[in-house]
């Protein structure tokens, strides 16, 4: 689990001990049962506080207020616990990237994919990477329309992977791996692509920058290398906006 997620998780986790360790001696010496609605509210109200007195952002906060209230109402509904493992490990076959890295799901969309299609063919044949390639939402019409190019997936979320998988199926000019894309060795790479997010894209550009061999070129969708002006910034014609940062090496 990633250093934001366990802060996030501590600070529910102490305003659930603050108020827990209030409420249960008071109502175990008065003899009563506790009263759940109002702890559970008390609880999203302590750790609204806490969120705000350590500048989390808005949706932390709201996160926060709302998590145990909700605990409480879905406590009432009296669902098989059985349903909540199942969602949880469908989450994490699907969202594993978000809990590890801060990098969730969200797909490339037609426009992002012509502007790559009309970028690689101005290169000419390319070896093209996808560093965390979810679905293959590039590497799949990319190879459909460049087929002298040659496209490489990496996902380490299980289910998107394996939709990837099937999806690349009958593609010679794909290869689709699961592995982590802290391991993908992008000196193989003409061209590097990566939709992420703010999280891992300082530390992404400085393995960019001792891998990838001169000639070749970085692209992130959306979220720019802190501090380093891009060479090109091709402006995607879609809602919400979707800037491709071309960084040459
Ligand atoms: C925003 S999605 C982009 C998907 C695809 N590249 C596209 O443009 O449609 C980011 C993907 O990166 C994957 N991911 C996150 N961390 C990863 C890691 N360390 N190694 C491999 N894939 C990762 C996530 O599972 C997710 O599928």
Same mark, same amino acid.
């Given at each position: 689990?990633?250093?934001?997620?366990?802060?996030q998780?501590?600070?529910?986790?102490a305003?659930?001990?603050?108020?827990?360790s209030?409420? =249960?001696p008071?109502?175990?010496l008065?003899a009563?049962?506790?009263?759940?609605?109002?702890?559970?509210l008390?609880?999203?109200?302590?750790?609204?506080?806490l969120?705000?007195l350590?500048?989390?952002? =808005? =949706?932390w906060r709201?996160i926060?207020a709302g998590f145990?209230?909700?605990? =409480?109402f879905?406590h009432?509904?009296a669902? %098989?616990?059985?349903w909540f493992l199942?969602?949880a490990i469908l +989450?994490l076959?699907?969202?594993?990237g978000?809990?590890?890295?801060?990098v969730?799901?969200?797909?490339?969309?037609?426009?992002?994919?012509?502007?790559?299609a %009309?970028?690689l063919?101005e290169r000419?044949?390319?070896r093209?990477?996808?560093?965390?390639?979810g679905?293959?939402?590039?590497?799949?019409?990319l190879a459909?329309?460049l087929p *002298?190019s040659?496209?490489?997936?990496v996902?380490?979320?299980?289910?998107?992977?394996?939709v990837? +998988?099937?999806?690349?199926?009958?593609r010679p000019?794909?290869?689709?791996?699961w592995?982590?894309?802290?391991?993908?060795?992008l000196?193989?790479? *003409?061209v590097?692509?990566?939709f992420?997010?703010?999280?891992?894209m300082?530390e992404l550009?400085?393995?960019?920058?001792?891998?990838?061999?001169?000639g070749?070129?970085?692209?992130s969708n959306?979220?720019?290398?802190?501090?380093?002006a891009?060479a090109?910034?091709?402006e995607? %014609?879609?809602q919400?906006?979707?800037?491709?940062?071309?960084?040459p090496?």
């Amino acid at each position: 689990m990633s250093a934001p997620a366990i802060r996030q998780l501590a600070l529910q986790g102490a305003a659930a001990i603050l108020v827990l360790s209030l409420a =249960w001696p008071y109502y175990g010496l008065n003899a009563e049962a506790m009263p759940w609605l109002e702890t559970s509210l008390a609880i999203g109200a302590v750790a609204l506080i806490l969120a705000v007195l350590s500048r989390q952002p =808005w =949706w932390w906060r709201v996160i926060h207020a709302g998590f145990m209230p909700l605990v =409480w109402f879905t406590h009432r509904l009296a669902i %098989d616990p059985g349903w909540f493992l199942f969602a949880a490990i469908l +989450l994490l076959l699907v969202y594993r990237g978000a809990l590890s890295g801060q990098v969730p799901l969200y797909l490339s969309n037609k426009q992002t994919v012509a502007a790559l299609a %009309d970028l690689l063919a101005e290169r000419g044949p390319s070896r093209f990477l996808d560093l965390g390639a979810g679905i293959g939402s590039t590497t799949v019409p990319l190879a459909d329309r460049l087929p *002298d190019s040659q496209f490489t997936g990496v996902e380490n979320a299980p289910l998107t992977w394996l939709v990837g +998988l099937l999806l690349s199926v009958g593609r010679p000019n794909i290869r689709w791996r699961w592995d982590d894309l802290w391991q993908a060795e992008l000196a193989d790479y *003409d061209v590097v692509y990566a939709f992420l997010s703010p999280a891992p894209m300082a530390e992404l550009w400085e393995k960019a920058k001792a891998e990838m061999p001169p000639g070749s070129l970085f692209i992130s969708n959306s979220f720019p290398v802190p501090g380093i002006a891009p060479a090109r910034v091709i402006e995607v %014609d879609c809602q919400p906006p979707r800037p491709l940062y071309c960084y040459p090496l």
